[in-house]
């Protein structure tokens, strides 16, 4: 007899979906039939006239390729569009770049493309200019490549005219508030940079710096000492430097002080917690307390400034702890911000002798010239040579760096324009209430950085950026700024750009028929530019309130944690002193990207993981993937060993898809689809798990919990789909024929499967989805991302049935378990091998019952037998041979082979079969 191919028989899968991804190689041709299908207008176009949900972009700053940061900041945020305009909503993505400021001009200068004191203002600005906008295009590429879509188009620049004149007016409403004013304060300056920084560009690293205590001695008592002679007050500073610069002593006004006699350095008046330890470190004994006074008896008090002619009065100050120190606390006002304080209360200069390279001038006498670095090994010998050292030593501890150029920087009086915080702080603070902040904790971050804030120095002294629209009278310097100034400059920034403020004079700017209030009507403009947070924290009025596709306030602000001091802040600071508002109506954070351990990437350390590489080694959307993973909100971590992991996770994903989709290849959903009614128990049970699925992926996605959506789909797709619904399918599917009531059924709920999981996993594996969705059958839109989300259907949802399931496969696990345990023993192979006999108790009999035709089909076994309840606990698994020959077909062992003339190697199911 002729032998028989019954393989030719099956119903086996058949796809040309690949099973390997090829993602680095694919995706690309995604990106290109995007864009040439404009997919962007598309999706607006099919949600016009619905409801907006407006995620305003961050605008990242235009220096360099973009890093894992940039790569996480962008594929959350095109999450949170796609699944908003999937689920109904006209949700644009309009990308913003960030392209003023420092780093640029550095970069220019660094890469030797012009030295910048040897050109004028307006050519160092073009080639800023220039740098900026290469960059942009580079980010722009690489953002693309994510696989993020947005108006790559037509994005928002700081630098282009449009922007700049709106920026010009929200200072302008600002300045007509009141809200700005020019000060001589102690700001943070980076004497490297030559600038002004604000609090949001301060880093603190650990620095070594000396620590000194300096005896101060009391010319005058006030009569509020007794025996006034040889009386000294003890400061200790970490900034010898600003020894100069003192000009008084601050005790709080509560706290007691002690005056402490000693052998060698008279009597030393200091705080009664500290002096033990004080008196320890300078290595004194034989020391006696003779005297006890609160810190406001001694409010008045004259000392000798140890190294100058002049004076330091005793002040009194709330600043002032008992955490370090002698609780005498050395005052400058010119160098530091409750030192300025003090000073302000007790009429004291504002006196910082030092220039803005941080270099003393002549003010500081003997040290003119040397840089504050150099100054703080000279003033200690000065104060040693003059006796009033009592210890030298050195510390680590948190000290301010410029985040630009990482290094350490001053507190330094320079006369600087700041915004008023405080003339609309009340308002901030309330503002920040009508927020929804994600995750809670942000909103009292928030409030605690502006609760104490003050003011902002807005003012740079730098070239690349957008001038400060103010002018001054040559003759009696006043300032000038009014609406009708403001106007005439953001008209002209309009049509020629804020170079026009170096190209022109002032005279040029300014309307016709000017004067000040003197007489005169000459003026000079302003040569600082504006902090670039202030050009960041305008885009709420230069972008949302000018672009007819946004709105204003945005529905949310996406950004790293660092950013409630940076973007969050000064846009809410700008909009709430010009709107009344905050700009936002919900902001969310994510953390920071570190390596495998949890540290900070960097160069030095050699384990930084950077995005492009991700890409030619696993593709995007295994790099999207990685970013759902995760809880975002904490520090994310990135290695090779996760990225393994995630491209194994996406192959098992992948597989089942490709599986469901072999499967599918003869079905037609118009045609051959089933009522629910006549669906297979089964099938509806893998349809109610469905719905289950749907909710707790849409409930993720509308929560931002991405790492609930991943471990839900991976939990569905490996545990729910292929260790068990697609594997107890697979004799229905191959076995049964083609068109039979049992196949159909099972590729009716394999369908809706597929539409559905394409659909939850487009927000994240946007490249994948869009190939799954080519080869999907039925009709269908063009793109998955034109698609509507989907929703549970209520009809679909059978609890009753869920139940009587989730008893059975509790039992199925005791089944497998078993089984696994007698093909260690090689008792049997492949479980088609093997005969059960089950003993159940009660319970387990009575959630088997029901199923006890189908439990061969539901354990994948030839042969089981389900006895009666007994005296047994739970459920006993006796598992044996099967009895019988194997069918060629199907597998299954059954004594029934060969009783079939015609097909006597097969079962007598696959003879009825054929």
């Given at each position: 007899?002729?032998?028989?191919?019954?393989?030719?028989?099956?119903n086996?899968?058949?796809?040309?979906?690949?099973?390997?991804?090829?993602?680095?190689?694919?995706?690309?041709?995604f990106?290109?039939?995007?864009?040439?299908?404009?997919?962007?207008?598309?999706?607006?176009?099919?949600r016009?006239?619905?409801?907006?949900?407006?995620?305003?972009?961050g605008?990242?700053?235009?220096?360099?390729?973009?890093?894992?940061?940039?790569?996480?900041?962008?594929?959350?945020?095109?999450?949170?569009?796609?699944?908003?305009?999937?689920?109904?909503?006209?949700?644009?993505?309009?990308?913003?770049?960030?392209?003023?400021?420092?780093?640029?001009?550095?970069?220019v200068?660094?890469?030797?493309?012009?030295?910048?004191?040897?050109?004028?203002?307006?050519?160092?600005?073009?080639?800023?200019?220039?740098?900026?906008?290469?960059?942009?295009?580079?980010?722009?590429?690489?953002?693309?490549?994510?696989?993020?879509?947005?108006?790559?188009d037509?994005?928002?620049?700081?630098?282009?005219?449009?922007?700049?004149?709106?920026?010009?007016?929200?200072?302008?409403?600002?300045?007509?508030?009141?809200?700005?004013?020019?000060?001589?304060?102690?700001?943070?300056?980076?004497?490297?940079?030559?600038?002004?920084?604000?609090?949001?560009?301060?880093?603190?690293?650990?620095?070594?710096?000396?620590?000194?205590?300096?005896?101060?001695?009391?010319?005058?008592?006030?009569?509020?000492?007794?025996?006034?002679?040889?009386?000294?007050?003890?400061?200790?500073?970490?900034?010898?430097?600003?020894?100069?610069?003192?000009?008084?002593?601050?005790l709080?006004?509560?706290?007691?002080?002690?005056?402490?006699?000693?052998?060698?350095?008279?009597?030393?008046?200091?705080?009664?917690?500290?002096?033990?330890?004080?008196?320890?470190?300078?290595?004194?004994?034989?020391?006696?307390?003779?005297?006890?006074?609160?810190?406001?008896?001694?409010?008045?008090?004259?000392?000798?400034?140890?190294?100058?002619?002049?004076?330091?009065?005793?002040?009194?100050?709330?600043?002032?702890?008992?955490e370090?120190?002698?609780?005498?606390?050395?005052?400058?006002?010119?160098?530091?911000?409750?030192?300025?304080?003090?000073?302000?209360?007790?009429?004291?200069?504002?006196?910082?002798?030092?220039?803005?390279?941080?270099?003393?001038?002549?003010?500081?006498?003997?040290?003119?010239?040397?840089?504050?670095?150099?100054?703080?090994?000279?003033?200690?010998?000065?104060?040693?040579?003059?006796?009033?050292?009592?210890?030298?030593?050195?510390?680590?501890?948190?000290?301010?760096?410029?985040?630009?150029?990482?290094?350490?920087?001053?507190?330094?009086?320079?006369?600087?324009?700041?915004?008023?915080?405080?003339?609309?702080?009340?308002?901030?603070?309330e503002?920040?209430?009508?927020?929804?902040?994600?995750?809670?904790?942000?909103?009292?971050?928030?409030?605690?950085?502006i609760?104490?804030?003050?003011?902002?120095?807005i003012?740079?002294?730098?070239?690349?950026?957008?001038?400060?629209?103010?002018?001054?009278?040559?003759?009696?310097?006043?300032?000038?700024?009014?609406?009708?100034?403001?106007?005439a400059?953001?008209?002209?920034?309009?049509?020629?750009?804020?170079?026009?403020w170096?190209?022109?004079?002032?005279?040029?700017?300014?309307?016709?028929?000017?004067?000040c209030?003197?007489?005169?009507?000459?003026?000079?403009?302003?040569?600082?530019?504006?902090d670039?947070?202030?050009?960041?924290?305008?885009?709420?009025?230069?972008?949302?309130?000018?672009?007819?596709?946004?709105?204003?306030?945005?529905?949310?602000?996406?950004?790293?944690?660092?950013?409630?001091?940076?973007?969050?802040?000064?846009?809410?600071?700008?909009?709430?002193?010009?709107?009344?508002?905050?700009?936002?109506?919900?902001?969310?954070?994510?953390?920071?990207?570190?390596?495998?351990?949890?540290?900070?990437?960097?160069?030095?350390?050699?384990?930084?993981?950077?995005?492009?590489?991700?890409?030619?080694?696993?593709?995007?959307?295994?790099?999207?993937?990685?970013?759902?993973?995760?809880?975002?909100?904490?520090?994310?971590?990135?290695?090779?060993?996760?990225?393994?992991?995630?491209?194994?996770?996406?192959?098992k994903?992948?597989?089942?898809?490709?599986?469901?989709l072999?499967?599918?290849?003869?079905?037609?959903?118009?045609?051959?689809?089933?009522?629910?009614?006549a669906?297979?128990?089964?099938?509806?049970?893998?349809?109610?798990?469905?719905?289950?699925?749907?909710?707790?992926?849409?409930?993720?996605?509308?929560?931002?919990?991405f790492?609930?959506?991943?471990?839900?789909?991976?939990?569905?797709?490996?545990?729910?789909?292929?260790?068990?619904?697609?594997?107890?399918?697979k004799?229905?599917?191959?076995?049964?024929?083609?068109?039979?009531?049992?196949?159909?059924?099972?590729?009716?709920?394999?369908?809706?499967?597929?539409?559905?999981?394409?659909?939850?996993?487009?927000?994240?594996?946007?490249?994948?989805?869009?190939?799954?969705?080519?080869?999907?059958?039925?009709?269908?839109?063009?793109?998955?991302?034109?698609?509507?989300?989907?929703?549970?259907?209520?009809?679909?949802?059978?609890?009753?049935?869920?139940?009587?399931?989730?008893?059975?496969?509790?039992?199925?696990?005791?089944?497998?378990?078993?089984?696994?345990?007698?093909?260690?023993e090689?008792?049997?192979?492949?479980?088609?091998?093997?005969?059960?006999?089950?003993?159940?108790?009660?319970?387990?009999?009575?959630?088997?019952?029901?199923?006890?035709?189908?439990?061969?089909?539901?354990?994948?076994?030839?042969?089981?037998?389900?006895?009666?309840?007994?005296?047994?606990?739970?459920?006993?698994?006796?598992?044996?041979?099967?009895?019988g020959?194997?069918?060629?077909?199907?597998?299954?062992?059954?004594?029934?082979?060969?009783?079939?003339?015609?097909?006597?190697?097969?079962c007598?199911?696959?003879?009825?079969?054929?």
């Open positions: 007899m002729e032998e028989k191919d019954y393989g030719k028989t099956l086996l899968p058949k796809t040309d979906f690949p099973m390997r991804a090829g993602l680095p190689k694919r995706e690309p041709e990106l290109e039939q995007w864009e040439k299908t404009d997919i962007y207008q598309k999706v607006r176009n099919s016009q006239g619905k409801e907006k949900y407006v995620l305003h972009d605008p990242p700053y235009a220096n360099g390729d973009i890093h894992m940061g940039h790569a996480l900041n962008k594929v959350l945020k095109d999450i949170i569009v796609k699944h908003k305009s999937m689920s109904g909503f006209d949700s644009p993505y309009v990308p913003g770049w960030d392209t003023h400021g420092l780093p640029i001009e550095h970069q200068v660094k890469k030797g493309k012009v030295k910048r004191n040897e050109v004028t203002p307006l050519e160092f600005r073009r080639h800023c200019r220039d740098y900026a906008l290469r960059f942009l295009d580079i980010q722009r590429e690489q953002f693309k490549r994510l696989g993020v879509r947005g108006d790559w037509n994005p928002y620049v700081t630098l282009k005219p449009e922007f700049e004149a709106r920026q010009i007016e929200v200072f302008g409403e600002m300045a007509n508030k009141g809200y700005i004013y020019k000060g001589l304060k102690p700001v943070h300056w980076c004497p490297q940079c030559e600038t002004a920084l604000a609090e949001a560009e301060i880093e603190y690293a650990e620095h070594k710096s000396p620590s000194i205590y300096v005896r101060f001695n009391v010319t005058d008592a006030k009569g509020k000492i007794a025996d006034p002679e040889n009386v000294w007050f003890v400061i200790w500073t970490t900034t010898p430097w600003t020894i100069p610069a003192n000009l008084a002593i601050s709080h006004p509560d706290f007691t002080y002690v005056r402490v006699r000693t052998p060698k350095h008279g009597d030393l008046i200091l705080a009664e917690e500290l002096f033990g330890d004080v008196m320890e470190t300078f290595e004194i004994t034989g020391y006696e307390v003779v005297a006890k006074y609160k810190g406001k008896e001694l409010e008045g008090i004259v000392c000798k400034h140890p190294l100058y002619d002049r004076e330091s009065v005793v002040v009194l100050g709330e600043h002032v702890t008992l370090a120190g002698t609780g005498c606390v050395h005052t400058a006002p010119g160098h530091g911000q409750e030192d300025y304080e003090v000073g302000l209360r007790y009429g004291l200069d504002i006196f910082a002798p030092m220039d803005h390279a941080g270099r003393f001038t002549q003010e500081a006498g003997p040290f003119a010239g040397l840089h504050y670095n150099e100054g703080n090994k000279r003033v200690s010998q000065a104060l040693e040579e003059e006796g009033a050292l009592l210890s030298l030593s050195f510390l680590k501890h948190p000290y301010p760096h410029c985040w630009r150029c990482k290094e350490p920087v001053l507190f330094r009086a320079t006369e600087q324009w700041f915004a008023s915080v405080e003339g609309f702080r009340k308002q901030a603070l503002a920040i209430k009508d927020v929804k902040w994600i995750p809670a904790w942000g909103e009292e971050r928030i409030h605690n950085m609760v104490d804030r003050h003011d902002w120095c003012s740079r002294q730098r070239v690349w950026g957008v001038p400060i629209p103010i002018f001054y009278c040559t003759s009696c310097n006043k300032e000038l700024i009014n609406k009708e100034t403001i106007k400059v953001s008209e002209l920034f309009a049509k020629e750009g804020s170079d026009a170096f190209a022109r004079e002032a005279n040029e700017i300014l309307p016709a028929g000017t004067a209030g003197c007489g005169h009507n000459e003026f000079r403009k302003e040569t600082d530019i504006m670039v947070w202030f050009d960041s924290g305008s885009t709420h009025a230069a972008v949302l309130e000018t672009n007819p596709d946004l709105t204003s306030p945005a529905d949310l602000y996406l950004e790293g944690s660092d950013q409630y001091r940076g973007w969050f802040q000064s846009s809410l600071l700008t909009s709430v002193a010009t709107r009344d508002r905050a700009p936002y109506k919900a902001t969310l954070t994510h953390g920071w990207v570190v390596d495998g351990e949890g540290k900070k990437m960097s160069k030095s350390l050699g384990n930084v993981v950077a995005p492009e590489h991700i890409i030619k080694q696993y593709g995007a959307d295994i790099l999207r993937l990685w970013v759902s993973s995760t809880d975002f909100r904490s520090d994310v971590r990135v290695s090779q060993d996760i990225l393994k992991q995630l491209a194994e996770v996406y192959r994903i992948r597989n089942t898809i490709r599986y469901m072999g499967n599918c290849h003869d079905f037609n959903p118009q045609a051959h689809a089933l009522s629910y009614d669906l297979d128990e089964l099938d509806r049970y893998a349809l109610h798990r469905l719905q289950v699925l749907v909710e707790r992926v849409s409930g993720a996605y509308e929560d931002f919990e790492h609930v959506v991943f471990h839900a789909i991976h939990n569905f797709c490996v545990i729910e789909m292929s260790n068990f619904y697609m594997d107890v399918l004799d229905r599917l191959y076995t049964s024929p083609a068109a039979s009531p049992g196949r159909r059924s099972a590729q009716t709920v394999m369908h809706e499967i597929l539409v559905t999981l394409t659909k939850l996993i487009a927000p994240v594996l946007t490249f994948t989805s869009e190939e799954v969705w080519g080869y999907l059958p039925g009709d269908k839109e063009e793109s998955v991302q034109l698609s509507n989300w989907p929703q549970s259907r209520p009809e679909y949802k059978d609890e009753e049935l869920a139940k009587r399931w989730q008893k059975l496969l509790d039992y199925r696990d005791v089944v497998t378990r078993r089984l696994e345990e007698a093909r260690k090689k008792l049997i192979g492949a479980s088609l091998s093997a005969a059960l006999d089950l003993y159940p108790d009660e319970d387990a009999y009575a959630a088997l019952a029901p199923f006890k035709d189908r439990l061969p089909e539901i354990f994948i076994v030839s042969a089981c037998t389900l006895h009666e309840p007994t005296g047994n606990k739970g459920l006993d698994v006796k598992v044996s041979t099967a009895v020959e194997k069918c060629e077909r199907c597998w299954m062992i059954h004594p029934g082979v060969g009783e079939s003339v015609e097909h006597p190697t097969l007598p199911r696959c003879s009825g079969v054929l």
